[in-house]
């Protein structure tokens, strides 16, 4: 069955440390992985998706098929990055996404 | 920027009632999807629609459930009688395809609270 593990609800950091947002995933088929982030009273948005291998706001996130891992990373955190990120894996055939539990990131000054 | 939007943004109701929850998605899209967050937990898929046919739907989906989409513009999604465990937020998505190169776009929920 398809499934997506964040295994942290709440990580916290400070200012200008290196953040690493664990996902782990479950999938008979080539997965397709999302990252989503939610800011503080503002709508779920996509954040980056593995295919397109792009950095956005200082994030990466490297596909593991051996680990079955999907980890986003940031090498500085800043305190604009508080926010939920949800790591999500698309089921093609209809779009339908399954989403992790989410983890709260929270960067202290 | 389009966006997709949701009314209400707040929905009270009492059990056993009928409630329709509405979304306009972006104007360009063909793929909707419906999505809940049970307060605490993680985000559901519901169901999927294209070309006015329930794509996929997953087991929570049940009778009780529908979805229209009654004029072209509005995406509608009615629980026929509440139960204590509907309350949630709801979300509803939109995207050209449904591919992975294609981005589900999410409207800022409507939060049902059944009594």
């Known amino acids: 069955a398809q499934r997506v593990t964040q295994p942290e609800k709440l990580l916290s950091v400070f200012k200008g440390a290196p953040v690493e947002l664990k996902c782990n995933y479950s999938?008979?088929?080539?997965?397709?992985l999302f990252w989503y982030v939610q800011y503080s009273r503002q709508r779920l948005q996509l954040l980056l998706r593995h295919i397109s291998r792009e950095s956005i706001k200082g994030f990466t996130a490297d596909l593991n098929k051996g680990e079955t891992s999907f980890h986003l990373k940031k090498p500085f955190a800043q305190e604009e990055d508080s926010a939920m990120y949800y790591c999500?894996?698309?089921?093609?055939?209809?779009?339908?996404?399954?989403f992790g539990q989410g983890t709260t990131l929270q960067v202290k000054p | 920027e389009p966006e997709v939007t949701q009314t209400p943004s707040h929905q009270v109701t009492q059990m056993g009632q009928e409630v329709i929850l509405r979304c306009v998605p972006i104007?360009?899209?063909?793929?909707f999807y419906w999505y809940r967050q049970i307060l605490g937990q993680k985000v559901e898929f519901l169901v999927s629609?294209?070309?006015?046919?329930?794509?996929?739907k997953s087991e929570i989906f049940d009778d009780q459930f529908s979805v229209e989409r009654p004029d072209g513009s509005n995406f509608t999604l009615k629980i026929r009688s509440t139960k204590l465990e509907d309350s949630a937020m709801y979300f509803c998505?939109?995207?050209?395809?449904?591919?992975?190169?294609?981005?589900?776009?999410f409207g800022p929920g409507t939060r049902l609270t059944v009594l």
């Open positions: 998505a939109s995207s050209r395809d449904y591919s992975s190169t294609d981005t589900q776009y």
């Open positions: 104007s360009n899209h063909l793929y």
């Open positions: 629609f294209y070309n006015n046919e329930i794509s996929e």
């Open positions: 999500a894996l698309i089921y093609s055939n209809t779009g339908k996404l399954i």
């Open positions: 999938y008979s088929g080539s997965p397709e």
